[in-house]
């Protein structure tokens, strides 16, 4: 693999951004108006001049703070304070205000929680179609502790697009994702996929050490379960204190995944090192379509 492999030198050209302050400034404004997290500024997304430039965001429900320790992950952890039934009121609010026809909505964990917070992400979209039905929704969800019950209650909800992010191989689950269990999180995508959801995605991040083969054996293991939908973007180090970055990964590997990808059967396949979960999220919703009317 074509690698830069020192984490302490300047980004490669392909990974640097320009952020528009105007569109960051103004989305921010209305986030902190409603008291509203988005991931994109608790996770330092490299996306967020375009996304907030186009007055769009990814919302981050459940509060701000994550019962979780994943080492990729620049969310705040420790432990939340209740839960905010206020919160899908104003993400539909935040919704109207931006004027968005395709939401998408994440969270962080609450192990705390005895439904895992499925219960206000189904609020959510329930009050998001009230505002307007034709308003499609993706949701980014945890693995809800693999309580199929909770599962079932955003299930229940019909989101457009149920996402659960694999993030990484299997091997490295112990030191990326501590808390969470590989054949958990395939198992949650392959519920949704039988339960009927009507397009099923997940994502996963390079540069932390993996292999060629091992991805693409994940990629295996998502299409198998059912999963239309694949993100692959290049993990970056928030803080001294994530994890390191073992390798910049160079775009032409991103483009023989996107390749195997389409090979497996996925619907869409969005490949590249700055790719994230919901980035362009509604362009899955077209190729849906046109899928359909071929």
């Given at each position: 693999?074509?690698?830069?492999?020192?984490?302490?030198?300047?980004?490669?050209?392909?990974?640097?951004?320009?952020?528009?302050?105007?569109?960051?400034?103004?989305?921010?404004?209305?986030?902190?108006?409603?008291?509203?997290?988005?991931?994109?500024?608790?996770?330092?997304?490299?996306?967020?001049g375009e996304c907030f430039g186009a007055r769009t965001a990814t919302f981050l429900i459940l509060g701000g703070i994550c019962t979780r320790h994943c080492r990729f992950c620049s969310v705040p952890k420790g432990r939340p304070q209740g839960l905010d039934l206020e919160e899908p009121e104003r993400v539909a609010q935040a919704v109207k205000t931006l004027g968005l026809k395709h939401t998408v909505i994440t969270s962080v964990t609450r192990d705390d929680l005895a439904d895992g917070g499925a219960g206000l992400f189904a609020a959510c979209i329930q009050r998001i179609r009230q505002l307007n039905h034709e308003i499609t929704v993706e949701i980014l969800v945890p693995d809800f502790g693999g309580d199929e019950a909770a599962l079932s209650v955003v299930l229940e909800?019909?989101?457009?697009?149920?996402?659960?992010?694999?993030?990484?191989?299997?091997?490295?689950?112990?030191?990326?994702?501590?808390?969470?269990?590989?054949?958990?999180?395939?198992?949650?995508?392959?519920?949704?996929?039988?339960?009927?959801?009507?397009?099923?995605?997940?994502?996963?991040?390079?540069?932390?050490?993996e292999t060629e083969q091992e991805v693409v054996q994940v990629l295996?293991?998502?299409?198998?379960?059912?999963?239309?939908?694949?993100?692959?973007?290049?993990?970056?180090?928030?803080?001294?204190?994530?994890?390191?970055?073992?390798?910049?990964v160079h775009p032409e590997y991103y483009k023989m995944y996107e390749e195997v990808g389409y090979s497996l059967g996925f619907l869409q396949v969005v490949s590249g090192p700055l790719v994230r979960s919901s980035y362009h999220a509604a362009m899955l919703l077209d190729a849906n379509k046109d899928d359909k009317n071929r």
């Open positions: 693999m074509v690698v830069m492999r020192n984490p302490k030198q300047k980004l490669p050209p392909w990974l640097k951004q320009r952020v528009t302050a105007e569109g960051v400034n103004t989305v921010s404004s209305l986030m902190n108006e409603l008291a509203l997290n988005t991931v994109c500024q608790s996770a330092d997304c490299p996306n967020i909800a019909s989101p457009q697009v149920f996402n659960h992010n694999i993030e990484t191989v299997p091997r490295l689950y112990p030191l990326v994702r501590p808390e969470a269990i590989y054949q958990r999180s395939l198992d949650i995508l392959q519920k949704a996929a039988e339960y009927g959801a009507s397009l099923t995605k997940s994502g996963i991040m390079l540069g932390l050490g295996k293991d998502l299409a198998a379960r059912g999963v239309k939908a694949i993100t692959i973007g290049q993990y970056l180090q928030p803080s001294p204190e994530h994890l390191p970055v073992v390798e910049y």
